[in-house]
């Protein structure tokens, strides 16, 4: 860019913010705490249409009648109000979006407590992003790539490129931030600059930048689709590697904690497998085998017990195959009892249940 025409930006942005200040001092003089500038005119990333960003935090309501948002010279400028509950959001890394807590040059402060807490909320943010990665921040990266796995259940859902274009730009922007958050980090610049950001940073996907163009630039739905799947198992990949660091030694499956469970499998799902199958009941199988594979995880996750892979046995066109596959399954659990030297309750007859029953 040419000299004079960085001069007439610096020059106009400059006419700009002193008309701002002279409204503040005019109208709400008491509501607006400070101005700054931030964005691309902070960073150096301008360009000949770049419009002014300003930071303006306001302490309260009123202040909102100095927003206007308008065009001049073929340029849109949007002057904005942020509450210091924003700002504390931001500095508390919320969310990645804490450069205009950090990247801000102040260019009004109606009184010096005000700079000074602003000063207080930005060397917060800085020293949240200098320490280590934590298992809260770990979460809300795994909350955004629930996100992005929600809008990709809607791409594949799509048959329209129009929505297809639409999706895929929504499961970029929730991975931007789940590996921005991975990474402790934030976007410094604007977001034509955020693969650059992003692939300088520690953690990243197998193959990023190479997904990242493919899905911009993919001509078709189907590529789309694929490209799409491609990234959000390669950062999903990612989330599990860096959430290793926060995983507990595993868990010992105790006798307490197996107490009753490989008899609610009996009670719950035994036999409907084999009902199901001397049926032909493919639904009654598939329900029944989700629901206890559901159990098994939750006792392999929660006590330890043995990975347990049932689903892997269904066989919609041979359900007694799988009805003795279950029994296998059942088998390795029962295993789980023997190691922690605890026995199945199993009675011979109405007599045996009593008698144990009411001894207890």
């Not at 006419?15 to 960073?43: H, M, N, Q, W």
């Not at 809260?136 to 955004?144: P, R």
């Not at 939750?298 to 003795?324: Q, R, S, V, W």
Request: glycine fraction near 2%; include cysteine.
């Amino acid at each position: 860019m040419k000299n004079h025409i960085k001069e007439q930006l610096f020059e106009r942005n400059r006419k700009i913010i002193e008309i701002v200040i002279e409204r503040v001092k005019r109208d709400c003089p008491d509501t607006v705490a400070l101005i700054g500038v931030c964005g691309s005119f902070y960073t150096g990333q301008f360009y000949e249409k770049s419009d002014l960003d300003l930071l303006i935090v306001i302490n309260d309501e009123k202040a909102w009648e100095i927003a206007s948002c308008f065009i001049m010279e073929d340029i849109g400028y949007d002057i904005y109000c942020s509450p210091w509950e924003k700002l504390e959001r931001m500095a508390s890394y919320e969310h990645v979006l804490v450069s205009h807590v950090i990247d801000v040059d102040i260019v009004y402060c109606a009184a010096a407590e005000y700079k000074e807490r602003f000063e207080k909320l930005k060397q917060q943010a800085l020293a949240v992003l200098k320490a280590p990665l934590t298992l809260e921040i770990y979460d809300k990266a795994g909350s955004q790539l629930q996100e992005a796995m929600l809008e990709y259940a809607n791409l594949m859902l799509a048959d329209e490129m129009s929505q297809c274009r639409y999706y895929s730009a929504t499961i970029l922007d929730c991975v931007k931030q789940v590996i921005c958050l991975l990474n402790h980090s934030y976007f410094r610049f604007g977001v034509k600059e955020h693969l650059h950001e992003i692939m300088e940073m520690e953690k990243v996907p197998d193959n990023f930048e190479r997904q990242f163009n493919d899905l911009i630039h993919a001509p078709s739905i189907q590529d789309i689709k694929a490209v799409a799947t491609d990234m959000i198992k390669s950062v999903r990949q990612l989330h599990r590697e860096v959430g290793k660091s926060f995983k507990d030694q595993p868990p010992i499956p105790t006798a307490d904690a197996l107490t009753g469970t490989y008899e609610e499998i009996y009670s719950n799902w035994r036999n409907k497998v084999y009902s199901a199958a001397k049926r032909n009941d493919v639904h009654l199988s598939l329900m029944t085998a989700m629901c206890c594979q559901q159990f098994y995880n939750e006792m392999h996750e929660e006590y330890g017990t043995a990975a347990i892979n049932l689903m892997k046995a269904f066989d919609p066109c041979n359900l007694e195959e799988f009805a003795e596959a279950f029994d296998r399954m059942m088998d390795v659990y029962a295993n789980e009892y023997v190691k922690v030297h605890k026995p199945i309750k199993n009675y011979s007859s109405l007599k045996d249940f009593e008698k144990d029953y009411l001894s207890l």
